[in-house]
């Protein structure tokens, strides 16, 4: 069964410092992995992807993240930080060539940018 | 309409009360998912439509839960009796294929009372 830990549920950064979300990921098939954020009272909103190929995958908002699969992590990060990623973002793990697929989300992490 | 609709956007219910969520998933989209967002947590899985075909229910908490989508567009996602821990606010996605990730709609905030 797949799983998805997010290390940290509140993450605090200063403005224009690194952004660091950790994530870690169980399955026993090789994964697609997601990071979703979401806006206060909005839906999910996809930032990246990782399929197959690159490992390092880059996203909307300046955002990317690296598959590494002997660490079975899929951290996100953003050189600079901005007043407008404060935000709750998820990791998630869905299992590739599974007829049915859902993806499974961790609990979160919530990204707060200080002035 | 580009993106996945929900409505309503919120619900009161009284405890005991039946409600019906909808979504509209995005035009063509086959696949359609709903899930469970509790205050502070992650989406939990509730099920999955692959076109008109339930193909997975694992998620539904009870029996007071079902879900339908029988042209295999439009869904709507009942619960019968609620109860107080089923206030949540409860998301539909759709989804061009599997794995392709989803598009989101904005939810249904529903609150039982």
């Known amino acids: 069964a797949q799983s998805v830990t997010q290390l940290g549920s509140h993450v605090s950064v200063s403005e224009g410092a690194l952004v660091l979300l950790r994530c870690n990921y169980s399955?026993?098939?090789?994964?697609?992995l997601f990071w979703y954020v979401q806006y206060p009272n909005q839906g999910l909103q996809l930032l990246l992807k990782?399929?197959?190929?690159?490992?390092l995958v880059k996203g909307i908002n300046g955002f990317e993240a690296e598959f590494k699969k002997s660490e079975t992590s899929f951290h996100l990060t953003k050189p600079s930080a901005h007043m407008s990623d404060a935000a709750e973002y998820f990791c998630?793990?869905?299992?590739?060539?599974?007829?049915?697929?859902?993806?499974?989300f961790g609990s979160g992490t919530r990204l707060s940018i200080r002035p | 309409g580009a993106g996945v609709s929900q409505s309503p956007r919120y619900k009161v219910a009284k405890r005991g009360q039946d409600v019906a969520l909808r979504c509209d998933p995005i035009?063509?989209?086959?696949?359609l998912f709903w899930y469970q967002q509790a205050l502070g947590q992650g989406p939990e899985f509730l099920t999955y439509?692959?076109?008109?075909?339930?193909?997975?229910k694992s998620g539904l908490p009870s029996d007071r839960f079902f879900a339908e989508r029988p042209e295999g567009s439009v869904s709507t996602l009942k619960i019968q009796r609620t109860q107080q821990e089923d206030s949540a606010v409860y998301l539909c996605?759709?989804?061009?294929?599997?794995?392709?990730?989803?598009?989101f709609g904005s939810g249904t905030r529903l609150t039982v009372v």
């Open positions: 996605a759709s989804s061009p294929g599997s794995n392709y990730g989803y598009t």
């Open positions: 035009s063509g989209h086959v696949s």
């Open positions: 399955s026993s098939v090789p994964p697609y």
């Open positions: 990782y399929t197959t190929g690159a490992t």
């Open positions: 439509f692959q076109n008109e075909a339930q193909l997975d």
């Open positions: 998630a793990v869905s299992e590739i060539n599974s007829s049915a697929s859902k993806i499974i």
